[in-house]
């Protein structure tokens, strides 16, 4: 049988009040135990009851856990100011990098020619230097990639010469020579199957042919 949600909300009747406490209170020191010895924390768990009582537990003794918290608590304050300092020199850095974005930004938009209707004389003059010495990159860098395309294909041509030149010495010939000779060959090989198909030839009943 699944067990009703408990709606978080104070207990009326005294008797049920009590004894969720007493449960609840088990529990939240048990759990403070385990979360000791599992994690190795220093844990100080302090419970007053409605009439009164206190409950505690602590697994390394409860005045050196609250010095502790205390210690911490006024090293903290200490370092306020200081932390305060931080937050407004991170905010006001924030604030400077958009302000440095925005300008970036409207540069591009002009440099794309957008946004040129307020530009004094002045500044549409200093765009056009800016367009023109990029443009003048953009062209030496074209150059240069085409250059570098053009000695590669050479390379390639002079390894495909050099090639060819080791083939043809290899069969002593030259390429036209070769390609002649080769076709020459073919024809008589192919009139020598003609002639001997055509010895083969013999006229006359099959019965009566001596050898």
């Not at 759990?31 to 409605?50: D, G, H, N, P, W």
């Not at 609250?66 to 604030?95: C, G, M, S, W």
């Not at 390609?179 to 006229?203: C, M």
Request: glycine residues 4%; proline residues 1%.
């Amino acid at each position: 049988m699944v067990r009703g949600k408990i709606q978080m909300k104070k207990i009326e009747n005294n008797t049920s009040r009590q004894v969720t406490f007493s449960k609840r209170r088990n529990g939240l020191l048990k759990k403070a135990y385990e979360l000791s010895v599992l994690c190795e924390a220093e844990v100080a768990v302090i419970i007053f009851s409605q009439k009164g009582r206190v409950y505690e537990y602590s697994n390394s003794g409860m005045q050196k856990t609250i010095d502790r918290y205390f210690k911490h608590t006024k090293e903290v304050l200490a370092n306020k100011p200081e932390t305060e300092e931080y937050i407004q020199q991170v905010q006001l850095d924030i604030a400077k990098m958009v302000k440095e974005i925005e300008h970036i930004e409207v540069s591009q938009r002009k440099l794309l020619g957008q946004d040129l209707g307020s530009c004094r004389v002045e500044e549409l003059q200093d765009i056009d230097d800016q367009l023109e010495r990029r443009l003048r990159s953009i062209r030496a860098k074209k150059a240069l990639l085409f250059k570098e395309q053009i000695e590669q294909l050479k390379a390639k041509e002079k390894l495909l010469l050099e090639e060819n030149a080791r083939l043809s010495s290899k069969v002593n010939l030259k390429p036209w020579q070769a390609s002649t000779q080769q076709k020459g060959v073919t024809h008589k090989s192919q009139s020598s199957q003609s002639s001997e198909i055509e010895t083969e030839l013999f006229i006359g009943p099959t019965e009566i042919r001596f050898l």
